[in-house]
């Protein structure tokens, strides 16, 4: 909106409770994905300079990639 340069808007966010299954399942959810993480790094490095060379990456992108922290999931930013 015009003349609210700096203005921050605080959205109407509340916090949920969850029930113990539902967190359950949710950390589940997390740790799943995690692994999932972990096993993709695993296989990318292993990679050949060919295959490296069709998906466009070179050796220093995987090797950048398999650094990552396994929580560090692109896909949840």
Do not use: C, H
Request: proline residues 5%.
């Amino acid at each position: 909106m015009k003349g609210q340069k700096g203005y921050a808007i605080a959205s109407a966010w509340q916090p949920q409770t969850l029930s113990p299954r539902a967190l359950v399942g949710l950390v589940w959810r997390r740790l799943k994905r995690w692994n999932e993480l972990a096993k993709q790094r695993q296989q990318l490095a292993t990679l050949g300079d060919a295959a490296l060379k069709d998906l466009g990456l070179s050796r220093a992108d995987i090797l950048e990639e398999t650094e990552r922290p396994f929580w560090d999931d692109p896909l949840s930013k």
